[in-house]
């Protein structure tokens, strides 16, 4: 045993981890204050369990629900807590389907599902009713120091209902992520079994401490851990039975850095166990468990052969792999790509230095020998002597990480997260309005991180990720485009396939398929606060992630650019398109408001009788539902290309005759002045002649009276 770790446990009354599973008063809102009328104080739920909202459970809420005292009707004696999930936040919808109904030694059962009107919020959320152990919590979320177990207690009340559990968990192909000491209950008075409370309604692992998650899980931030594997439950289980074993903490005079760090030196069972005096049979389990390396990790057969009695091999932990000589870093040693990698992530501006220096790569490949490493190190950085590629620091350092420890956390920035576990952050971030924390998940996937993530792995672990790599592929060009039906809402909903729409059209109703989208539409219809649309971007977002035949170019003419009209038609058309592919009827209200959104478009046909013709025939086709006839009565293309043939040639005949009378007018005013400078031409000879008349006979006379005088 190395003296750190002796160090580290030296003090036997240290405190429990600073992460308590459920902590918080900043992160976990508070109940609702109990605005309710008389009549609605206890609610009743499929006729089933009346819920108690003036009777809060404050030991069992979660950040995505509150929990409220529920009694079932007809058994009395069953106890069961209601959790009143809240609109938009990250629940396992998946395990909360496939565990509904099922009983799980040690776990608190989901007995019922469904969704109800909450009259404090005036919503309708879903309730996810739970068996509810009437004991107290086994251990104090913030007790410094606990009773130690029995080794005969911890494997008749922990070990041998909680392995079962995970045995019927991963038949159905779901992860506890749940199994902590801090998280158990007693199931009554007596003592005798244990309960732990359920991990549905958060993100999975959030409630755990870091000491109980794996290396890999505890490096991530809480909503950000993913789904996890058997082994993280096998692994959780094991850190389990050892608190209980010694009554504290692990490493709880260290920080999470110190503890991850020292865990990444040693190895968990070494950092872990350290000096502890563990029963026999448990330490046997231990070392079986906390192993680091899944490869040699006890599997579920192995637990379950030791829950019965078997002895089991355990192999050697191998002691993590350290290069020959060390790689400093702001003035400490590092001899591990993991740890350097992990001190890369905290300190973001010093990386992008070191690497850019181009000092890492002759450390991978002569004190790591691994040239592989190296030469991919290289393709991102540019060649020793050359010059360095232009790269963001924080796609350089991300890119490193990936590089030197694939497999582990993908880091950027502030995020440290699974790949499973960025749509939980997403819905998270998005439902709490973090914008800092969304804006950089979202330029983590706009930078394709998630990708060289992927394409760092070694083949054989890239299978595992096969359906879910097409998403990060498609994702930077969705996020960009921003219109309706893209951007982040369309990340939320491919990055969480069972999350419920999120419009604020649907706060009265809970859309859980693309099935439930027109019903909830036609009931909002026949409100009088409709909106203006009944296509919004999350409803946009929500069909276009949901369902096969909605293709992007279906969404794009439903924002800018794109006229209004068009807007309008790319709507209606989205909504007749889901009719048909769900084989819908009987949507009276909202065939009313498509018929009202059409009317402003039937103004395009110039021609009175058409329009009136067209305007009928909507009015017809909206008594029958049918969305599609409905549309396309007022879209139809040939009446379109008749009104505007029409109207082209009354243009053209209306322009013909405005020029001929033109023309006409032209002539009259040419006639006139025509006129007038005849006149004027005829009045100056006639003046011409007159004054001539004038002159001749002026001289006539005058010459007379000469001839005569």
Request: proline share 7%; glycine share 6%.
């Given at each position: ?396 350092v991300a890119r490193t990480i990936a590089i030197i420890n694939p497999g582990s956390p993908i880091c950027y920035r502030r995020l440290i997260g ?224 008749q009104d505007e043939i029409g109207f082209e040639r009354a243009a053209m005949e209306h322009a013909a005759i ?52």
């Open positions: 045993m190395t003296a750190t770790v002796e160090a580290q446990q030296a003090s036997t009354n240290a405190l429990p981890p600073p992460e308590m599973p459920l902590p918080a008063a900043d992160v976990i809102a508070a109940a609702p204050a109990g605005n309710f009328p008389t009549d609605q104080r206890t609610l009743l739920f499929k006729n089933k369990f009346r819920i108690l909202p003036l009777s809060p459970l404050s030991d069992f809420k979660t950040v995505g629900a509150d929990a409220f005292e529920a009694e079932e009707i007809g058994d009395s004696s069953r106890k069961c807590v209601a959790m009143v999930c809240r609109p938009g936040f990250p629940l396992r919808f998946d395990a909360i389907q496939l565990l509904s109904g099922v009983n799980l030694p040690g776990i608190m059962s989901i007995i019922e599902t469904g969704t109800i009107d909450w009259p404090d919020t005036n919503d309708r959320r879903l309730v996810i009713v739970l068996q509810r152990p009437t004991g107290k919590r086994c251990i104090g979320l913030n007790q410094p120091s606990f009773p130690k177990m029995t080794e005969a207690d911890i494997m008749r009340l922990v070990a041998q209902p909680l392995t079962y559990a995970i045995r019927s968990a991963s038949e159905r192909k779901v992860t506890l992520r749940n199994i902590n000491p801090y998280n158990m209950f007693w199931e009554d008075s007596s003592n005798q079994r244990i309960l732990l409370q359920d991990g549905f309604t958060t993100p999975p692992g959030y409630g755990q401490p870091a000491c109980v998650e794996t290396i890999d899980s505890a490096m991530c931030d809480r909503d950000m851990r993913g789904e996890g594997s058997i082994a993280d439950d096998i692994f959780a289980l094991g850190v389990t039975m050892l608190m209980l074993a010694t009554g504290r903490a692990p490493l709880a005079n260290s920080t999470p850095d110190q503890q991850l760090h020292l865990r990444m030196d040693v190895g968990s069972f070494e950092a872990l166990v350290g000096l502890h005096a563990i029963p026999v049979g448990i330490m046997e389990a231990l070392r079986g468990t906390l192993i680091d390396d899944p490869e040699e990790q006890w599997d579920l057969e192995d637990l379950e052969a030791w829950v019965r009695g078997s002895r089991q091999s355990v192999k050697s932990a191998r002691p993590p792999r350290h290069a020959s000589r060390h790689m400093e870093f702001l003035d400490k040693q590092y001899t591990m790509a993991t740890t350097l990698s992990y001190a890369f992530a905290l300190n973001w501006a010093k990386a992008a230095e070191l690497i850019r220096a181009k000092t890492l790569d002759p450390w991978l490949r002569r004190a790591m020998s691994n040239e592989i490493m190296a030469d991919e190190l290289t393709k991102l950085t540019g060649a020793k002597n050359g010059p360095a590629r232009h790269t963001p620091d924080d796609v350089l699974k790949i499973d576990g960025i749509g939980y952050a997403i819905a998270l971030a998005y439902a709490q309005q973090d914008t800092e924390k969304l804006n950089l998940l979202m330029q983590l996937l706009t930078q394709r991180l998630p990708l060289h993530w992927l394409n760092a792995l070694p083949d054989n672990k890239k299978k595992a990720f096969n359906d879910i790599m097409g998403k990060f592929e498609l994702l930077p060009g969705i996020i960009d485009a921003r219109g309706p039906g893209f951007g982040i809402e369309r990340a939320i909903y491919m990055l969480n396939p069972k999350m419920p729409c999120l419009s604020s059209s649907f706060q009265n109703d809970y859309v859980q398929t693309p099935n439930d989208v027109l019903p909830a539409l036609d009931k909002l219809a026949s409100s009088p606060l409709r909106p203006t649309s009944p296509i919004d971007r999350h409803i946009a977002a929500y069909l276009g992630s949901r369902v096969a035949e909605v293709k992007d170019a279906d969404l794009r003419p439903l924002g800018p650019p794109a006229e209004p009209f068009v807007q309008t038609m790319a709507a209606l058309y989205l909504l007749a398109k889901i009719q048909r592919v769900y084989k819908l009827r009987d949507l009276p209200h909202l065939s009313n408001w498509c018929m009202d959104l059409l009317r402003p478009t039937l103004s395009r046909f110039k021609n009175i009788a058409r329009r009136q013709k067209i305007t009928d025939m909507v009015n017809a086709r909206a008594k029958t539902g049918q969305l599609y006839e409905l549309v396309r009565s007022a879209d139809n293309e040939e009446e379109t290309q405005t020029l001929r009378i033109a023309n006409l007018e032209e002539m009259r005013r040419s006639q006139s002045q025509i006129a007038t400078l005849r006149g004027e031409r005829v009045a100056v000879v006639l003046a011409a002649l007159l004054a001539l008349t004038y002159f001749l006979c002026f001289f006539y006379l005058h010459f007379k009276e000469q001839m005569h005088g």
